[in-house]
Every structure is written in structure tokens, then in C-alpha cells.
């Protein structure tokens, strides 16, 4: 009998797997054939208040237009090369890309403005560690080259909407692109909180806050609480305790799918808290406000050279394989 249905299995299962192997990889080449869009109008958003900017800014737009690309600058940037500026509202209306130079605090910025847009986003790394914009000023014409021909690689990041309640109230809602943080405001002291997540009880903890936190943001804030490092890609958030008053509260991954309700507990000692996205907007927070936090509908799209590699972005940044 055994024999037999093993015969009748593998009779079956050849066939089904090579048919199955066949579509995937015609799936495959039709992914390896599609065009990329070609770029044909640019926005241009720049680092506030930074002088570095200067001359990255006037190479820039003196290369887009010798290839006659249609360019519009933000205000600042604009006064930078004395041309005229455009708000935010007027470039998203016109670009089909937008290339963001400065620090992830730029392109977090300017990725949050794009978010209900459908405009992809590269990045000129004027800042620190770089971890989004990822593209060198020396190496920056040498790349857009191949980009301007469609030669790069596209990569969805999600973000995360989060709104805040006071009994049925809605205080407010706003998007993160790294991550929601719930936090004491003016003082170093502990706060107390109770998590759901799809309705579920999760914990009640006491700790100076909470990161929710994407795969982009996990090498953020959230990296340096302790929570681990979630791959670009990954449709999934992390929940990172900041400094848990009991060691046994650790970080906790889900699907990005879950929906995370996240409640100050009814005690006094709560009245001094906010909520902060990407740690550039915030909303104050009283005992019994409720934090409603899930993936945002729409994704952002980056755009990276051809040959990026995620994993070659960790070990620079973060110093991997080096011997001290």
C-alpha cells in the first residue's frame, strides 16, 4: 500500500511542480521585462537652514537641466540657485519624482508630505548616518544617469497611521513613516499603559514609553531601545517597551496588518505624556486617552540605484565585519 500511494503521489506531483515552477518563472521574466517609468518632471526638496546643501543643490540642478528634465524646487532650495520656488501642494501636483536632499530627517519629512501621493522618493545623503538616503553627493550624477534611463530598483516601504482619542474625542491622527512613540513629555519618569492588539489583552506595563515602530524605523529609535532589526521589506511592526520597569516586557513582532490599541492607564502620574511620530510631530496625552495605531493604506515608493543592497547598508552604517 505504501509503495502504491507513493507511486500515485509522485505520478501527480511531478507534473503539478513543473507546471507550478513554470509559471513562476514566466512571472519572472514578465517582472524582469516590464519597463521602468521614465522620469520626466523632478521635485526637489532640501535640508533647512544647512549651507551644506549649497553646492550638491547647484550641481544638481544645473545637471537636470542640461538634460532639459523639468525641475521645481522647494522655497528654500529655490532662494539657494535664485529661481523660483513652489510650495509642497504644487509639486507633488507636477512630479513624478522627487529627489530629497539632506538626512532622513529630510527624507522622513518630505516621505510623510508624499504619502497620499504615489510619488516615488530617492534620496542625497547630506546627513549623519543615512540609513534612506542612501546616494553620495561624489556618486550622485553617476547614478541618476542610470535612474534617468530606468536602470534602478524600486522598494515599498510601509508606514503606520496612528489616531488619538479622549473618550469618543478624536484629538488628532497623523502618519509615521519610522515610528509612533508614547512618552513622558518634560520629566524622566515612568508611565503606565495597557496594550490590545486586534482586541486582544496584551500586557499592562509600566515603563518610560512605547515605540511602534516599521521595518525603516527599526533602525531607529527602536534599535537603540533594544528591539531588533525588521528587513525593509517586511509587511510587519515591532513593539519596543522603553526601559520596562519588569526586564520580562520584551520588544513583540507582528503583521503590519494587526491593529494596536494602546490605552494610558487612569492615574495621575500619566498626566504629563504625548504621542510622537517620527519624533517630529506630537499630540499631548492625558490618563485614559486611547492611541489607535494600524499600517497606513498607502505605501511609499523608494527609489534605489540597480545594484542597492540592503544588507551592504547595515554592515556601513553599522560597522559590521570590523576588526578593532
Known amino acids: ?28 521574466a514578465h517582472i524582469a521585462h516590464t519597463p521602468m517609468k521614465i522620469f520626466s518632471s523632478i521635485g526637489i526638496f532640501t535640508k533647512q537652514r544647512d549651507p551644506k546643501i549649497n553646492a550638491t543643490l547647484k550641481c544638481l ?21 535664485e529661481t523660483q520656488g513652489y510650495s509642497t501642494e504644487k509639486i507633488v501636483q507636477k512630479s513624478d519624482l522627487v529627489i530629497v536632499i539632506g538626512g532622513d530627517g529630510t527624507f522622513l519629512q518630505t516621505g510623510r508630505d508624499l504619502a497620499d501621493h504615489n510619488i516615488p ?14 546616494i553620495s553627493p561624489n556618486e550622485m550624477t553617476t547614478i541618476l544617469d542610470q535612474i534617468l534611463r530606468g536602470n534602478y530598483y524600486r522598494e515599498e516601504r510601509i508606514l503606520l497611521q496612528a489616531s488619538v482619542y479622549r473618550q469618543q474625542q478624536l484629538l488628532g491622527t497623523n502618519t509615521a513613516f519610522n515610528d509612533v512613540v508614547i512618552h513622558v513629555r518634560n520629566e ?9 492588539i486586534n482586541d486582544n489583552f496584551v500586557n499592562t506595563q509600566r515603563a518610560d ?11 531607529a529609535y527602536s534599535l537603540s531601545s533594544g528591539g531588533p532589526l525588521l528587513q525593509s521589506g517586511l509587511k510587519a511592526v515591532v513593539l519596543v517597551p522603553i526601559c520596562p520597569h519588569t526586564l520580562s516586557h520584551r520588544p513583540i513582532v507582528i503583521p503590519s496588518s494587526d491593529h494596536i490599541t494602546i490605552t494610558l492607564c487612569d492615574d495621575p502620574r500619566n ?17 485614559s486617552d486611547t492611541i489607535s495605531i494600524k499600517q497606513k493604506e498607502q505605501t511609499l515608493c523608494l527609489i534605489h540605484p540597480k545594484d542597492y543592497d540592503y544588507y551592504h547598508i547595515l554592515r556601513t552604517k553599522l560597522h559590521w565585519s570590523v576588526q578593532f
Not at 500511494?5 to 503539478?16: D, G, H, I, N, R
Not at 530617492?122 to 538616503?133: A, P, S
Open 1 to 28: 500500500m505504501k509503495s502504491v500511494c507513493l507511486k500515485k503521489y509522485s505520478s501527480f506531483s511531478a507534473p503539478f511542480i513543473k507546471a507550478k515552477s513554470n509559471l513562476h518563472f514566466k512571472k519572472l
Open 209 to 219: 514609553g512605547m515605540i511602534i515602530a516599521t521595518p525603516t524605523g527599526s533602525t
Open 188 to 196: 524622566v519618569r515612568m508611565i503606565e499603559f495597557t496594550t490590545y
Open 61 to 81: 540642478v544645473n545637471y537636470l537641466n542640461q538634460r532639459k528634465i523639468n525641475t521645481m524646487i522647494d522655497e528654500y532650495g529655490a532662494n539657494i540657485v
Open 271 to 287: 498626566s504629563d505624556a504625548r504621542v510622537s511620530f517620527d519624533g517630529q510631530t506630537h499630540i499631548d496625552i492625558k490618563p
Open 121 to 134: 522618493v530617492l534620496g542625497i545623503n547630506l546627513g549623519r548616518l543615512g540609513f534612506l538616503v542612501d
